[in-house]
């Protein structure tokens, strides 16, 4: 594409996301740096149009972006605007050192209260390896299960017992346990107790397999959770709302969140912000919504995605520092200082 082309496809979709309506050759020749004549403007668009980066309405003279034609004014037409000083300002006050699942929860409002669209935030995995287990009687045959892994977390499970063991029993089987199976996943502490029965007393045998089935129950727990928050402002995007096919598949992408917990994995991997755009990435279901991402970090290391979903037709450059800003401040709130 030659620098006519390019100036004014960044055109075109700049009043497209600020107006709203297909933009003809008189706006173009209004809002563009360059000089050109409206026969000149015509040929361009139709240029553009065969190249499939903008589209004609029925309705309309205008044109309008396709998903390729907002791909390309992302990816290298894009002004990026750096974040105003007030809204940097207060999204650094609001994002302080604190529990860690209120400041994700904060994360997720505050992406959503000032894009007026939805915040998303997936949770960090947490740990499925443990570092050692402990069993306390509770009653004759209900024993309390704790598991402690490489972070510190502790969980508990209750386990129900076919016979009472005593306080010794357990101590006994919790050494067994944690000198064998001690950085391993319960599923792997499974495969390794089918191989190493013989070197444990029946009774303690049935209470092992206990708890591996549990602690394999809480594993199956660890796995990532996606917090979203202003879902209902979407309700008041014209774009989206005026057809209601269109909003039970996204209000359906919410509820399911499967389909958007593995398109915020993929950030995961990513440096810096990712932008997906409907009918442009698969991963994205459907053709009228984009989203925003970034990977925030735990002390150096990426251990979950944050970002905006909302239409395909939004200030990315006004979000994308947005979304840059609010990961780096989630990193920094939920690390250690140094």
């Known amino acids: 594409m030659d620098e006519r082309g390019r100036s004014l496809l960044k055109t075109l979709v700049e009043r497209y996301i600020a107006e709203g309506s ?11 740096v360059l000089d050109l004549s409206p026969a000149t403007i015509r040929n361009v668009m139709a240029d553009l149009e065969e190249m499939r980066l903008v589209a004609s309405p029925h309705t309309s003279a205008g044109r309008v972006p396709t998903p390729q034609g907002y791909r390309m004014f992302v990816d290298s037409l894009i002004t990026v605007r750096p974040l105003e000083t007030n809204l940097e300002r207060m999204l650094s006050g609001s994002l302080q050192r604190d529990d860690p699942n209120r400041v994700l929860s904060r994360a997720a409002d505050l992406l959503s209260s000032l894009s007026s669209f939805a915040g998303v935030i997936t949770s960090p995995k947490r740990s499925s390896l443990f570092r050692q287990v402990e069993f306390l009687g509770l009653s004759d045959r209900k024993v309390l299960l704790i598991i402690v892994t490489p972070e510190g977390d502790v969980q508990n499970r209750i386990l129900i017992t076919d016979q009472p063991y005593s306080q010794s029993a357990l101590t006994q089987a919790a050494n067994f346990f944690n000198q064998h199976f001690s950085g391993l996943t319960f599923a792997q502490a499974r495969q390794r107790l089918s191989e190493e029965l013989h070197q444990i007393s029946q009774d303690i045998s049935a209470l092992m397999q206990a708890a591996v089935n ?3 129950e809480a594993e199956q727990n660890t796995q990532e959770q996606v917090l979203v928050a202003g879902e209902h402002q979407l309700l008041n995007v014209q774009d989206l709302s005026t057809n209601m096919d269109r909003l039970r598949k996204l209000f359906n992408v919410f509820e399911q969140r499967t389909d958007l917990l593995r398109l915020l994995e993929s950030s995961n991997q990513a440096q810096g912000v990712q932008i997906f755009i409907g009918g442009d990435s698969s991963l994205v279901p459907m053709e009228e919504m984009s989203v925003i991402s970034a990977p925030y970090s735990v002390n150096g290391e990426v251990v979950g995605t944050l970002g905006v979903i909302g239409p395909t037709r939004m200030a990315y450059e006004r979000l994308i520092p947005m979304v840059d800003i609010t990961a780096k401040l989630v990193s920094s ?4 200082p140094i």
């Open 214 to 216: 549990a602690g394999t």
């Open 333 to 336: 709130a939920l690390s250690d």
């Open 22 to 32: 297909p933009v003809g050759s008189r706006a173009l020749s209004k809002h563009s």
